[in-house]
C-alpha cells in the first residue's frame, strides 16, 4: 500500500529513529511505488501527480503524451480510471496507440454500457467486452480496473505462455460490482515509440474516437493489482491510524535494491527492515482468490463429503473445503484484512431478498482436528459477516463488511489454517443461494505496547 506523508528522524545514537506514519497509508487513491501516471482532473487535466511528474499535454477533450515510453507497459500493467457515463455514451476512454488506434491497450465504450478492451496480441484486437454492472440511462460514476500478467499458475511443465486480464467494474452510485477474468494465448511488446491518451486515441494531431462519458481520475502502473486491492482504494479506502514509533534495529545496510517500479522496491526494503509496524507493506496476501465461475452454494449443503460442520459458539457453521487453505505466516504479522465478496439470492426467483452469514477463521489446526490430552492446545479465530440481498438481476452482489480484523492462530511450524463457514439463518429460507466471487487475507501487523511495539504471533 502507499507510504503517505512520512516523516522520519534520524538520530545518530545507534542508528535509532522515530517516524510519524500518515492516516493514509493505505486503501489510497494516490501514487504508489509502482504507479507511472496519476491524473486527477479536478486538480489538473495535464499535471503527473505521481513520483514521475511528467506532465502530459492538453487538448481539446483530454491529454496526450507522444513517444510515451514510461506508460508502453507490457505486464505486469494496472490501469485504473474513475469516469462517468451512461448507457448510450461511447468512444475511448484512454489508449496506449499510433495514429491508427493499434498499439499496447485501448480501453473504451461501445454506446451500449459495455466496455471493450482492446489489447495488442500480435494485433490490436477487442479481447473482451464487459458490460457495466447495473448501467441506466442515467449519468453514473463507474470505477474500472483492469490488471493484466503472466499467469502465475499455468502449467510448469511445458504449456505455451498464457496472459490473464482481470477486470473489476464498480458502479459508485448503484453499488453494483463486475468481476470478470479472460486469458490470451498471445501477448505482444509495447512500441515505446507510440502515443498516450486519454478522452480519445491520439492520431497524430487531435483526439480520435473522443470518449462522450467525464473522466475524473486516472492511475497506471507496472503490477498487478488485484479486485481486492482496487477496493481498499477507490472504494472502502480505509486507513490505519495515525501513530509515532521509535525503531529498535540499527539502521541496516539495503545491499541489492529492486529494479524501477516493482514492488518491493527500496521504499519498502527500509521501511520492512527498519519499522517493523510499517514493515507489512511489505508483506503479500495469503490468500488471494477471484474465481471466473464459481460453483453456487446451497443450505442443503450437498454432498456432505464437500463440507466440514464446525460449531462456532455453539451456532453451527458449514464449511466447505474447497475455501480451505494451509499457509506460512510471516514473522512480524498477526492480523488478517479479510474481503469476502459474496452474490446471494432467492432459488425460487420470488424477488424476497435471503440471508448468508460467513465466518473466516484462523486455526492452528485442521478443522475437525481433535484436541489431543496434553497436547499443544489448538487455537482458533475468528470474525463473522452478513450479506442479505437479492442480487439474482442486481449484478455480481457485493464485499462483505466484516466485523473485525482477523487473529492469526499458527502452529509450531508458523502455517495457520484458514477457511471461511456459512450458515443460513432459518428464516432465510431453504432456496437462499449463494457464491463467492472473491477471497482475500492480506497480512497486517498490530503494534500492541510502548515497550514492545510489535506483537508477534498469536
Not at 150 to 164: K, T
Not at 214 to 237: L, N, P, T, Y
Request: aromatic share 8%; net charge negative; with cysteine.
Amino acid at each position: 500500500m502507499a507510504i503517505q506523508g512520512s516523516q522520519f528522524q534520524v538520530s545518530a545514537a545507534f542508528g535509532s529513529a522515530v517516524v510519524t506514519v500518515g492516516a493514509a497509508a493505505q486503501g489510497s487513491t494516490f501514487a504508489k511505488v509502482d504507479t507511472r501516471l496519476l491524473v486527477d482532473t479536478a486538480a489538473s487535466a495535464t499535471n503527473d501527480e505521481s513520483q514521475r511528474a511528467t506532465a502530459l499535454t492538453s487538448t481539446a477533450g483530454g491529454a496526450y503524451e507522444t513517444a510515451s515510453a514510461r506508460l508502453a507497459i507490457d505486464e505486469p500493467r494496472c490501469i485504473e480510471v474513475r469516469f462517468s457515463a451512461n448507457n448510450t455514451d461511447a468512444g475511448t476512454i484512454l489508449a496506449h496507440t499510433d495514429t491508427v488506434a493499434a498499439g499496447a491497450y485501448r480501453l473504451r465504450l461501445d454506446g451500449a454500457g459495455v466496455a471493450e478492451l482492446y489489447a495488442d496480441v500480435g494485433v490490436m484486437l477487442n479481447i473482451l467486452d464487459v458490460p457495466l454492472p447495473s448501467v441506466s440511462a442515467s449519468t453514473e460514476t463507474f470505477v474500472m480496473q483492469w490488471s493484466t500478467i503472466q499467469d502465475p499458475d499455468q502449467d510448469a511443465g511445458g504449456d505455451a505462455a498464457r496472459w490473464l486480464h482481470e477486470v473489476t467494474i464498480y458502479n459508485e452510485d448503484q453499488d453494483a460490482w463486475t468481476i470478470v477474468q479472460h486469458e490470451e494465448p498471445n501477448h505482444a511488446a509495447s512500441d515505446p515509440a507510440d502515443a498516450f491518451a486519454y478522452g480519445g486515441y491520439w492520431n497524430g494531431a487531435t483526439l480520435s474516437d473522443a470518449f462522450g462519458g467525464a473522466i475524473g481520475k486516472i492511475r497506471i502502473g507496472v503490477r498487478f493489482h488485484s479486485s481486492s486491492e482496487m477496493r481498499e482504494d477507490w472504494i472502502a479506502q480505509s486507513a490505519t491510524a495515525v501513530s509515532e514509533v521509535e525503531v529498535r534495529d540499527p539502521l541496516l545496510s539495503i545491499g541489492t535494491t529492486r529494479p524501477d517500479g516493482e514492488f518491493a522496491g527500496p521504499e519498502y526494503a527500509h521501511a520492512g527492515a527498519m519499522v517493523r509496524q510499517t514493515g507489512q507493506r511489505s508483506l503479500s496476501p495469503l490468500v488471494n482468490l477471484l474465481t471466473n465461475s464459481p460453483p453456487t452454494l446451497q443450505n442443503t449443503f450437498a454432498p456432505a463429503s464437500r463440507w466440514a460442520v464446525i460449531s462456532f459458539d455453539g451456532v453451527e457453521y458449514n464449511a466447505p473445503i474447497s475455501l480451505l487453505w494451509h499457509r506460512p505466516v510471516p514473522k512480524m504479522a498477526n492480523r488478517l484484512r479479510v474481503s469476502v465478496h459474496l452474490q446471494v439470492w432467492d432459488g425460487a426467483e420470488a424477488g424476497t431478498p435471503r440471508t448468508v452469514n460467513v465466518i473466516a477463521a484462523s486455526s492452528s489446526a485442521r478443522p475437525g482436528t481433535l484436541q489431543i490430552l496434553g497436547g499443544t492446545p489448538i487455537e482458533t479465530y475468528w470474525i463473522t459477516g452478513t450479506r442479505t440481498a437479492d442480487d439474482l438481476s442486481g449484478g455480481m452482489g457485493d464485499y462483505v463488511t466484516m466485523s473485525a480484523d482477523l487473529r492469526i492462530a499458527r502452529d509450531d511450524d508458523d502455517f495457520t489454517w484458514l477457511y471461511l463457514a456459512f450458515q443460513i439463518p432459518p428464516l432465510s429460507g431453504s432456496d437462499a443461494l449463494w457464491k463467492v466471487h472473491a477471497v482475500s487475507f492480506d497480512t497486517v501487523a498490530y503494534p500492541t505496547s510502548e515497550s514492545f511495539p510489535l506483537e508477534v504471533g498469536p
